[in-house]
C-alpha cells in the first residue's frame, strides 16, 4: 500500500527564515508521482509542484524548492526567507501510473506553518 | 480560463437529508475526483471519473455516498441519509486526460451536518 508521511504536524518561523517541510513516501512501484500543494486560510489548494520518480533533479522557484531523493523515498520542500504569506497548511502527495492507486492523491496529513512578522 | 467551480460553498442540513454537492471541471479537463477533507485532516480520495470509463469508487466511505457524471462535464455527489461524521470539506478537481496529471481544486463545499 503507498503511504505519505508528513512528521512535522506544526512549524512556526520568523520572517526571512528559512523552513524545509518533510515529506516521506512509501511505495512499492517504480512509476510514481510527487506533488506539493498549498492550503492558505482561504481553504482552496494551490498546485505548487509536480515531479516524476524518474526525475531526482532538484528544482527552484524563486524561494521555493524542492530536494527529491529516491534512496530515502523524501521530496521535501524548503522556503527560503519565508514571509507572512508563507503561511499555510502545505500537503505532500503521491499517485501512482499503474495499479489500484492510479489517478487519486494520496495526500499526507499535512504541516501547518506559521511566520510570524 | 476558469477555474473549478463548485457549489454550493457552504451547505448546513439536518441529520438524515439527503445532499447534493455539485462541481464543474476546467474545460477539456477529462478526468474528475472528489476528496473529502475533515476539519484539521488530509483528504481522503472518494471517487475518480475518466472520461467514459468506469468510475474509480474504491474511496466511498459507505453505500450512503454516490456521485455522478454527464459526459466531461458536470458531476454531482450525492450523500443519502447524511450522518454528523459526514461533516467535512468536499473538495473537487480536474486534470488533462491522464490520472498522473496535475489536479486541480476548486474551493470546496463546507458541510455540516447538524
Known amino acids: 500500500a503507498q503511504k505519505v508521511t508528513q512528521a512535522q504536524t506544526e512549524i512556526s518561523v520568523v520572517e526571512k527564515e528559512d523552513v524545509t517541510l518533510d515529506c516521506v513516501y512509501e511505495t512499492r512501484d517504480t512509476t510514481y508521482y510527487l506533488f506539493w500543494y498549498k492550503q492558505p486560510p482561504s481553504g482552496e489548494l494551490v498546485f505548487l509542484i509536480r515531479?516524476?520518480?524518474?526525475?531526482?533533479q532538484n528544482e527552484i522557484s524563486g524561494r521555493y524548492s524542492w530536494n527529491f531523493q529516491k534512496s530515502t523515498s523524501s521530496f521535501n520542500f524548503t522556503i527560503t526567507a519565508s514571509q507572512v504569506v508563507d503561511s499555510a497548511v502545505y500537503f505532500c502527495a503521491l499517485t501512482l501510473l499503474y495499479g489500484g492507486s492510479q489517478g487519486n492523491l494520496i495526500f499526507g496529513k499535512g504541516t501547518k506553518l506559521s511566520v510570524k512578522p | 480560463g476558469a477555474g473549478v467551480s463548485q457549489s454550493p460553498s457552504n451547505k448546513v442540513t439536518e441529520k438524515g437529508k439527503d445532499v447534493e454537492l455539485r462541481c464543474d471541471p476546467i474545460s477539456g479537463h477529462t478526468a474528475l475526483y472528489w476528496y473529502r477533507q475533515r476539519l484539521g485532516q488530509g483528504l481522503e480520495f472518494l471517487i475518480y471519473?475518466?472520461?467514459?470509463?468506469?468510475?474509480?469508487k474504491s474511496g466511498l466511505p459507505s453505500d450512503r455516498f454516490s456521485a455522478e457524471r454527464t459526459g466531461e462535464s458536470v458531476s454531482t455527489l450525492t450523500i443519502q441519509r447524511t450522518q454528523q461524521e459526514d461533516s467535512a470539506v468536499y473538495l473537487c478537481a480536474s486534470s488533462t486526460v491522464s490520472g498522473t496529471e496535475t489536479q486541480y481544486f476548486g474551493p470546496g463545499t463546507r458541510l455540516l451536518v447538524l
Open positions: 515531479r516524476n520518480s524518474f526525475d531526482e
Open positions: 471519473f475518466q472520461g467514459n470509463s468506469a468510475p474509480d
